[in-house]
């Protein structure tokens, strides 16, 4: 585990819990634990609402567009009686309500039903799966032919989302499949996509939302986070994407120093987001 650095870290803006279907060591009151001894601030449980149901495909990674899960896969009420219980037991953490909505543009009646049942503090927005005839595919699996097709397709996919959805205020794992490049590739390169990154940043900026600087990947891609305070980005948040306690705060030094060499800093509170020099 890393030790607690000097200087003040950020809030945890995106931990799943028990309450994520593909959280199962995921809990939340031993993340708040975690948080407590990492000295964060605050922490925001973004738990999955993906709209579709997986299917039995082999992969396990392939969903049925027209099979609709109106509850998003998340019992919110089951979620926010756990929130209740955190708040009580741990009240020198601030706890935010989350939501990490898959695809909301492609879901909107089902995404106003969760919202409107949860209330939530922090809504996160995501792009997993690219449509591929009636399913939705996890773009990943997808790398194995073309990958920069794939994630040219995956960031317009993107694009699409913040434009036509604007319910969330966050945006998650931007990149999501260049994790997934194939060793037997030369690296990608972000510049070659420099325009489509544009297609997603701009419209995200234009619309006051907030970049996340996710440390499971690390995601974005190295002089995204230039390029987004060049398009005008004001903020960014700090997520951990953990799906188990352990991995709260993780890559959180470099990530800030990231931030900072990209000219954003400290909000005004120690669980604000990080905003533009």
Do not use: K, Q
Request: aromatic fraction near 10%; charged fraction near 25%.
């Amino acid at each position: 585990m890393e030790s607690v650095v000097a200087e003040p870290v950020p809030a945890d803006g995106h931990v799943h819990t028990e309450w994520s279907w593909d959280a199962p060591t995921g809990s939340m009151r031993r993340s708040c634990v975690r948080a407590r001894e990492l000295g964060l601030p605050a922490v925001v449980f973004a738990d999955h609402a993906d709209f579709t149901p997986w299917t039995t495909a082999p992969d396990g990674r392939r969903r049925v567009v027209g099979g609709h899960a109106a509850s998003g896969l998340l019992d919110v009420e089951g979620y926010l009686d756990e929130v209740r219980w955190c708040r009580e037991h741990f009240p020198d953490l601030r706890i935010l309500t989350g939501v990490e909505l898959g695809e909301p543009h492609l879901f909107p009646a089902e995404v106003s039903r969760v919202l409107r049942e949860g209330g939530f503090d922090r809504i996160v927005g995501s792009v997993h799966c690219l449509p591929e005839g009636d399913e939705l595919v996890y773009s990943p699996l997808l790398m194995d032919g073309d990958p920069l097709a794939v994630v040219r397709r995956h960031l317009a996919e993107t694009a699409r989302m913040v434009v036509e959805c604007d319910v969330f205020e966050v945006l998650a794992h931007l990149d999501l499949p260049v994790l997934f490049w194939p060793p037997d590739r030369p690296p990608f390169d972000p510049y070659s996509l420099r325009d489509e990154y544009a297609a997603v940043l701009e419209p995200l900026a234009g619309g006051g939302r907030v970049l996340e600087v996710n440390t499971a990947g690390p995601w974005p891609a190295p002089p995204v986070l230039r390029w987004w305070r060049d398009h005008g980005g004001t903020a960014v948040s700090f997520g951990s994407d953990a799906h188990d306690p352990a991995d709260l705060g993780r890559g959180f030094p470099a990530a800030m120093a990231w931030a900072r060499a990209s000219g954003f800093r400290p909000g005004r509170a120690p669980a604000d987001h990080w905003v533009r020099d």
